[in-house]
């Protein structure tokens, strides 16, 4: 069965977007320091997956010094959102309320993230009045 390309991101590229948004930008190396365990991935492979990811969209690379500056080309939120709604077509149906279900089974919420949690809801419903 043949992989379709996708713009989404793979676990080793949020990583590096992780990087990037903490950071604002960065070089090859101080994108590979900034990662976890970057002792298991070499320089070569951040760089490729750099690459990767500007022909993706994700990251912006600036070729005016040397080395090259990379920023990540997507938001934080808009890469969660493109994700979840992604994940909750492919594997709960388009039904959200199947996710949230399904993740607070797998991990309870804390008291401040229930309390956020009420408070989207009450705002949700004052908006189907």
Request: charged share 30%; glycine share 8%.
């Amino acid at each position: 069965m043949a992989r379709h390309r996708s713009d989404h991101p793979t676990p080793g590229e949020l990583a590096i977007l992780r990087v990037l948004w903490s950071r604002g930008f960065g070089t090859v190396a101080e994108v590979r320091a900034g990662l976890a365990g970057s002792e298991d991935k070499g320089y070569t492979t951040v760089l490729k997956l750099l690459q990767i990811m500007v022909g993706k969209g994700l990251v912006r690379r600036s070729e005016e010094s040397r080395p090259h500056v990379y920023r990540a080309a997507v938001t934080e939120t808009a890469t969660q959102r493109r994700l979840v709604r992604d994940l909750i077509e492919r594997a709960f149906g388009g039904s959200s309320a199947e996710l949230v279900l399904r993740a607070l089974d797998e991990q309870p919420a804390s008291v401040e993230e229930m309390k956020a949690i009420r408070r989207l809801l009450d705002r949700t419903r004052g908006d189907s009045k």
